[in-house]
């Protein structure tokens, strides 16, 4: 319901908190301050059970009603407030060429090999600027921030010098853990599907806003996370998610199933579209088994490997491609995305983004020979 309510806080009506659940369980949406200042208040428990169980309560119970932009806004406020961190108040990066952010929500339905991740070096090979946040796994084998690091890059270092490294490589990846620490140390690790946080907070973490952003999400509501970057002052942003069954997401275009796709140019919405990339590029009958996790964290890393290396698996191979040209198109590189998958398919037969990953991994003061072990 859209109508509201008036609340003034006060000792006799009780705390935000206990407003906000009184209002979500009646089907009410929830203004943005009281939605900021009821998630402010779960994360201030002292308490870390009770603090879990709170935050359970409001993330997951308004996504599944489905949120309102206000109510999401309000969330990630007050999640961003805890380290003083405000995306509006972010200035652009000044490179030669665009920088283009990719991040995505995790938590996805479709588990599957590092996707993202392989995508972003694949298309920094290509002379691309790109800037990704990064984090811990908490639902898959690998998370971004551990496949890098396991490939011996060094990224427990701050966002000062990881800019450093951006410039000088063309790639940079932002943990997630290093730029909004005090609340990573409250969120972190609890929840393994997407919830209203999902539909923007993993991709603003960046220090500074992007030429334009790539964002993943494992959930439907692509045209509402589109809605929340532009209130936080995102202009340009492009919103994805692919599904077989309507139930289970990938936070990536896909290579099989529908991939829906919204985007913001100059700050204006476009329409909502859904394509099956399959008949674009022709792609064999591939399933989400095409892409499916390693057995281990170990062979997870190395399935990733084999593709930049040129040694991996087709439909591997081919969705990391689709997903680099994506960032080739929004860099302006290519005039489609048939055209950047074919310059990602290039790049990766002619032994670019493995001697990338390299590069990166030296300018951070990392351990080749960490690598060494998958090559």
Known sequence: MARDIKFVPSIRTGNYLHEAIYRINVGYNLT??????????????????????FMGILLNSVMARGPSIEEAVGFIRAAFLFDNFDPTKLDGLKLKGKVIGIGGSGKKGIKSMNISSVAAIVASSLGINIAKPCSDSTSSLTGSADFIE??????????KEMTAILKETGLGFFKIESQIPRFNSLYGGKFYAP???????????????????LYGLAHPSVELSAKVFRRFGYKNVMVVTTTDDGVHFLDEFGTFGTTSIIGIRDGKLGKLVS??????????????????PGFNKED????????LS???????????????????YLAGKA???????????????????????????????????????YL
């Open 150 to 159: 396991n490939l011996g890059a060094n990224i427990n270092i701050n966002a």
């Open 32 to 53: 943005e301050e009281i939605a900021f200042s009821s998630f402010r208040e779960a994360l201030l428990l002292k308490n870390p059970e009770e603090r879990g169980i």
């Open 335 to 373: 005039e489609d995305l048939k055209e950047g998958y074919i310059y990602a398919k290039q790049a990766i037969k002619k032994g670019y983004p493995i001697e990338k990953l390299k590069d990166f991994i030296r300018a951070t003061s990392g351990n080749i020979k960490f690598l060494d072990k």
């Open 300 to 307: 997870n890393i190395r399935l990733a490997v084999q593709v």
């Open 275 to 292: 394509i099956q990339t399959s008949d674009i590029l022709n792609f064999p009958n591939y399933t989400r088994e095409s892409i499916k």
């Open 195 to 213: 919830h209203i946080l999902s539909l923007g907070l993993a991709g603003m973490i960046l220090p500074f806003k992007p030429d334009s952003m």
């Open 310 to 328: 040129g040694k991996g698996e087709a439909a591997r191979e081919d969705i990391v491609c689709i997903n680099a040209a994506t960032l080739l």
